[in-house]
């Protein structure tokens, strides 16, 4: 399994940008589809987006059009960049790895998981 650590999370005002990052541990994390995942108390943990060994990516139709994901395998890291945040998007985001792609979404077709990183979006 691949070790995951999040960064980059923080309070930002609504229409803001925050980069989240995920740092891999492991020499084969180009080999690794990698997601990104966000959680509110109360409630399953949501899929935002992923992106393949070759970067292709798929997102949630809810940040469509103000995240991207991508991947930098030279520095075994995946990034999230949100731009025009929104009150809605305030959650703990999760960095996970999977040796598939997922094509229906789930957590569940995702191995590995960071702790998690906190972002509080103010309206």
């Known amino acids: 399994q691949v070790q995951l650590v999040e960064s980059g999370g923080g309070w930002v005002q609504a229409g803001g940008s925050l980069r989240l990052s995920c740092a891999a541990s492991?020499?084969?994390?180009?080999?690794?589809?990698m997601g990104w995942f966000r959680q509110t108390p109360g409630k399953e943990r949501e899929f935002v987006a992923q992106?393949?060994?070759?970067?292709?990516?798929y997102y949630a139709d809810s940040v469509k059009g103000r995240f991207t994901i991508s991947r930098d395998n030279a520095k075994n890291t995946v990034y999230l960049q949100m731009n025009s945040l929104k009150p809605e998007d305030t959650a703990v985001y999760y960095c996970?790895?999977?040796?598939?792609?997922?094509?229906?979404?789930?957590?569940?077709?995702?191995?590995?998981w960071g702790q998690g990183t906190q972002v509080t979006v103010s309206s």
């Open positions: 992106i393949s060994r070759y970067s292709s990516t």
């Open positions: 996970a790895a999977s040796t598939a792609w997922s094509t229906g979404h789930r957590q569940t077709d995702f191995g590995s």
């Open positions: 492991g020499r084969t994390f180009s080999s690794y589809f």
